[in-house]
């Protein structure tokens, strides 16, 4: 058995997709529909008084779906931790869509549970 993670970066994104909660809850929508997650309450946000950019977070029954924007940066990162395996999502056409990111990085992790034993021999 394993989960899966995906660490998403997206660059030269447009500063104002960044600092605007709708489209941010749309992209969370989206994924939870689309993967079929199951949030254990509502999605959480945070949005920076200085800079606009936003912190979100939605725990899930299979972990986690964050994202953090800085619109200084135009950038966004976008993290999903699921302890079953998923499909695939389209995170780059998505991001490149809703942000106008200019490059899109997804690094995709697989989450073992299975721990090595060994056995030692007792003399």
């Not at 302890?83 to 990085?105: K, M, T």
Request: glycine share 6%; hydrophobic share 40%.
């Amino acid at each position: 058995m394993h989960g899966m993670e995906w660490v998403v970066e997206a660059t030269g994104c447009s500063e104002e997709s960044l600092r605007d909660l709708k489209i941010l809850q749309s992209l969370f929508d989206t994924m939870i529909a689309d993967l079929y997650l199951r949030p254990v309450g509502e999605t959480r946000w945070h949005q920076f008084p200085i800079t606009g950019g936003m912190t979100g977070l939605c725990l899930l029954a299979e972990s986690h779906l964050t994202c953090h924007t800085f619109p200084e940066h135009k950038s966004l990162c976008l993290n999903l931790f699921c302890c079953v395996p998923r499909e695939e999502w389209a995170f780059d056409s998505e991001l490149r869509a809703r942000f106008g990111a200019e490059e899109v990085q997804v690094r995709k992790l697989i989450r073992s549970y299975q721990v090595a034993c060994r056995t030692v021999a007792s003399d």
